[in-house]
């Protein structure tokens, strides 16, 4: 049986990974932020000229599926080694802005 996933489970998969390849010194927050825009952008590529309706049917089409499959993955993964090297915890980060999002905009 498959462990669940959590994100220091993935973050720890992902600096070992890194690690085993001498990359640490290329992960500055510089460089992470970099190549997250970058993966964030090949996302963007992929729904550029559809329409909503279209957009909204992407993963309908397996090939289509699967790219946007990866590069939702290789955005989670620039976006999480960032928060490692930052020591920023993503899921308190979200929690907290969503907290001030609700006091910002409150519901009707």
Known sequence: MT????????????AE????????PY???KNLVAALSV????????FQWLTPEESARVMDDPG???RVTDEIADVLAYLLQ???VLGVDPL???S???????RRFPAP
């Not at 907290?96 to 609700?102: F, G």
């Open 39 to 46: 993966e964030a952008s090949e996302l963007v590529e992929i």
């Open 96 to 102: 907290a802005k969503i907290d001030r999002n609700e």
């Open 82 to 84: 960032l928060c490692e």
């Open 17 to 24: 990974f890194a690690a085993a390849r001498a990359w640490q």
């Open 92 to 94: 308190a980060a979200l």
């Open 3 to 14: 462990e669940p996933l959590d994100v220091a489970k993935l973050q720890r998969r992902l």
């Open 27 to 29: 992960h500055t927050p």
């Open 64 to 66: 289509t599926a699967h």
